[in-house]
T-cell receptor, first 112, second 113 residues
């Protein structure tokens, strides 16, 4: 079992819909949680950053962390065709000097 | 542009050749990371610098790979005797202080033929 599981999709939804993207993880030491957006052949772009459990909202994006269930979510409201991309979840335990642990990414398609 | 800069963006090389990539982090960021990403996968951690010190290497970083950050500013990643399995996107990221969120460059896409 990988440390971070993420459904690769593709997930196709109509424009204007609410999108829900999710990751599960097995390492209970993870405390820092991030969502990145990656367009084809580009580097990942940081969207959301949260520490421990709870919700965080930024514009059309909401990130949720449930540490008790080892489950994180990203919601996108009023989805736009420009949101079509791969969304990567990433996590860090906060200790040591190692880097982020990523999911495989979910390929999202917003249909105009 | 004050983001992370990587050069070159694309590199095609023959198997057995050596290649070197460069990364310029965000100027005030003291931490610099290298990741590798293959098609359909998330980025995988390779190595990490805090200022000029290389503090950690992943088991993915074979002895053909070497990274430097000579003055705590830009970094280079060299792959010696490239193999077809080295074909991937090589991503550089930087972060500030103890913050865990990292900012990525656009990557160097390596193709070994």
């Amino acid at each position: 079992q990988k440390e971070v599981e993420q459904d690769p999709g593709p997930l196709s939804v109509p424009e204007g819909a609410i999108v829900s993207l999710n990751c599960t993880y097995s390492n209970s030491a993870f405390q820092y949680f991030m969502w990145y957006r990656q367009y084809s052949r580009k580097g990942p772009e940081l969207l959301m950053y949260t520490y421990s459990s709870g919700n965080k909202e930024d514009g059309r994006f909401t990130a949720q962390v449930d540490k008790s269930s080892k489950y994180i979510s990203l919601f996108i409201r009023d989805s736009q065709p420009s949101d079509s991309a791969t969304y990567l979840c990433a996590m860090h335990s906060g200790g040591g000097a190692d880097g982020l642990t990523f999911g495989k990414g979910t390929h999202l398609i917003i249909q105009p | 542009d004050t983001g992370v800069s990587q050069d070159p963006r694309h590199k095609i090389t023959k198997r057995g050749q050596n290649v070197t990539f460069r990364c310029d982090p965000i100027s005030e960021h003291n931490r610099l990371y290298w990741y590798r990403q293959t098609l359909g996968q998330g980025p995988e951690f390779l190595t990490y610098f805090q200022n000029e010190a290389q503090l950690e290497k992943s088991r993915l970083l074979s002895d053909r790979f070497s990274a430097e950050r000579p003055k705590g500013s830009f970094s280079t990643l060299e792959i010696q005797r490239t193999e077809q399995g080295d074909s991937a996107m090589y991503l550089c990221a930087s972060s500030l202080g103890d913050r865990k969120e990292a900012f990525f460059g656009q990557g160097t896409r390596l193709t070994v033929v």
